[in-house]
């Protein structure tokens, strides 16, 4: 069981940026994902969820608006798309399984996160 | 919602035991048995050590344990050892599909 995730982004402020999380090892469909971000020296902030199954998703309010979560079944792969970024949203972003199927109660399975800088 | 509440750092010595507690609000911590637990090492992605408040992941040691009294949940260590040096954060539901991270503890093994 492994999340993959693209790699490091570097973006001027105001773009958008693009994440990729390839899942393999288990049903694709049958866990939720999580997407997960921290910053340099900082904790971390959970952003969002989506159901790969059915597609549906819920996102942090702090980031309504401005988060997109999707996923392609044929390739077993979750994106999250940021837009208007700023300084303030570099930070490595991570990809996380929920632990159940079709539940969530811990996250137990994490891709190896994706560094998006941010430049002014 | 305001991140969850744990303390900076603790620190103890090789075989002493340690508590980080995690307060949150009647909301989150209070209202669910969804809390967890994760470590964290330097540059390495985070690992699930306790789920439902006190249910240890496979594989961690039996020294980790979690509980919960009110709305402030506890990650207890016993035995120290230096491996266990890491940050540790822990999450909890929010309701309607949302979830929430303490600030993280940075455990030191003198």
């Known amino acids: 069981v492994q999340l993959v995730q693209s790699g490091a982004e570097v973006k001027k402020s105001g773009a958008s940026v693009k994440v990729s999380c390839k899942a393999s090892?288990?049903?694709?469909?049958?866990?939720?994902i999580h997407w997960v971000r921290q910053a340099p020296g900082q904790g971390l902030e959970w952003m969002g969820i989506i159901n790969p199954g059915a597609g549906g998703t819920t996102y942090a309010q702090k980031f309504q608006g401005r988060i997109t979560m999707t996923r392609d079944t044929s390739t077993s792969t979750v994106f999250m798309e940021l837009s208007s970024l700023t300084s303030e949203d570099t930070a490595v972003y991570s990809c996380a399984r929920g632990r159940v199927e079709m539940g969530d109660d811990a996250f137990d399975v994490w891709g190896q996160g994706t560094m998006v800088t941010v430049s002014p | 919602q305001s991140a969850l509440t744990q303390p900076a750092s603790v620190s103890g010595s090789p075989g002493q035991s340690i508590t980080i507690s995690c307060t949150g609000t009647?909301?989150?911590?209070?209202?669910?048995?969804?809390v967890s637990w994760y470590q964290q090492h330097p540059g390495k992605a985070p690992k699930l050590m306790i789920y439902e408040v006190s249910k240890r992941s496979s594989g961690v040691s039996n020294r980790f344990s979690g509980s919960k009294s009110g709305n402030t949940a506890s990650l207890t260590i016993s035995g120290l050892q230096a491996e266990d040096e890491a940050d540790y954060y822990c999450?909890?539901?929010?309701?309607?599909?949302?979830?929430?991270f303490g600030g993280g503890t940075k455990l030191t093994v003198l």
């Open positions: 999450c909890s539901y929010a309701g309607s599909s949302n979830w929430l």
């Open positions: 009647s909301s989150d911590v209070g209202s669910y048995n969804l």
């Open positions: 090892g288990y049903s694709f469909t049958s866990y939720y």
